[in-house]
């Protein structure tokens, strides 16, 4: 596939750039009861829990929507009403689950680090020995916000020391950064079709322990966004309770395949971190500065600060480099004024050498200097 500027490469962290492959998967219609739709159902499941490392005692609950909807059924489905849920936060998908446990009535505590920092262990082993009404911890396994990667199996390690349970949200590193249920203790981890996996937007999915599953009947503050009634409505028939994305399922599984036939999750990492290692050199050969540091970075997505020069100005930029057939991310960080550009998708080191050009190009274009940062 050639890009455009109709159909640039997407250096973001999803919707993201599909195969081919992917994309024909779409050109056919399912009944939603037909039995071929039914065993993809399946086979879909089966595949996500592979990726986890085979788990007993789990299962892989699919569910329409984006990945918040999938957070909030999680939220939704396995804090008790009683319940307490402690929120870690260092970004934007931090705040986002306390938001959600506002609006459905759970209680919430947080425990908030700076954005530029990795979620604080010790932080959390005092507060949990402090608190014993806390029941749930809530984790975002690598937050999207700056690109950080949270260190998942001491908080994993921790939690279970105190005896609580552990909710994830794993969507932009899930299928490309290890989740392994042998060496990580979590009762649900949430993630989507259209991030590390590669799919089209449109699915989510939750991995969830069965008996918190069993456990979490009529818990849910929603008819919709029930995990246990999901997953009990695939235990019955199959069937998913309501209209399913066919299509989007479909994709989905040759996403799969597509990550199988790549090498499984490792070897995706390894093309993410070499398209992030070709990403980062250029742009550094070019002025720009990386807002963490390299022990903190993923290589899911890069936050590059802002050039200071005055004729900088991200909308006039993100044309410019979109014209060019790249379409990048805007920042999210509220420390400091900056922009995204996404490692992952079907996009390997010809497209990131691409899109540093297309920078180059549009820099030029716009007479931006960019020597000058970097240098404060
Ligand atoms: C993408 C993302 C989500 C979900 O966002 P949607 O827009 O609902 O798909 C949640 N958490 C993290 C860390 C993400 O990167």
Redesign the pocket.
């Given at each position: 596939m050639k890009n455009t500027p109709t159909t640039p490469y997407l250096l973001t962290?999803?919707p993201l750039t599909t195969t081919p492959e992917t994309r024909a998967a779409m050109d056919r219609d399912w009944g939603s009861r037909d039995h071929d739709f039914i065993a993809l159902t399946q086979r879909v499941r089966d595949k996500l829990l592979d990726i986890a490392g085979k788990p007993p005692g789990y299962s892989a609950v699919p569910l329409q929507g984006?990945?918040?909807?999938a957070?909030e059924a999680m939220i939704g489905t396995f804090v008790p009403k009683d319940g307490k849920l402690l929120v870690l936060i260092n970004g934007a998908?931090g705040r986002?689950m306390v938001a959600i446990a506002k609006q459905i009535g759970r209680t919430v505590e947080k425990l908030e680090c700076l954005e530029t920092e990795p979620m604080d262990v010790d932080a959390l082993d005092r507060l949990l020995a402090s608190d014993k009404a806390i029941t749930h911890v809530a984790a975002?396994h690598?937050?999207?916000t700056t690109g950080i990667l949270n260190p998942l199996t001491e908080i994993a390690a921790t939690t279970r020391k105190h005896g609580r349970a552990l909710l994830v949200?794993s969507?932009?590193a899930f299928g490309a950064l290890p989740v392994d249920t042998s060496s990580l203790d979590f009762e649900a981890l949430a993630a989507?079709s259209?991030?590390c996996i590669e799919g089209v937007?449109g699915l989510g999915f939750v991995i969830a322990k069965d008996t918190s599953l069993q456990n979490a009947a009529g818990n849910a503050h929603s008819l919709s966004l029930d995990l246990a009634a999901q997953w009990a409505g695939f235990n019955k028939n199959g069937q998913w309770r309501f209209t399913p994305p066919t299509h989007v399922l479909a994709a989905f599984d040759k996403a799969l395949d597509g990550l199988r036939a790549e090498g499984g999750p490792t070897a995706r990492l390894k093309r993410y971190q070499n398209n992030h290692d070709v990403l980062v050199g250029g742009m550094r050969a070019m002025g720009f500065e990386t807002l963490l540091s390299d022990n903190l970075r993923s290589p899911v997505i890069v936050t590059f600060k802002e050039p200071t020069d005055p004729k900088y100005n991200f909308n006039e930029f993100y044309d410019a480099v979109h014209r060019r057939g790249f379409a990048l991310y805007p920042g999210k960080v509220t420390e400091a004024e900056s922009f995204r550009i996404g490692c992952i998708g079907a996009l390997g080191e010809a497209e990131m050498l691409g899109a540093l050009d297309a920078i180059k190009d549009a820099m030029a274009e716009l007479g931006i200097n960019i020597t000058k940062q970097g240098q404060g």
């Open positions: 962290p999803g984006s990945g918040t909807f957070v998908y986002r975002v690598l937050e999207t949200d969507m932009s989507s259209n991030k937007p």
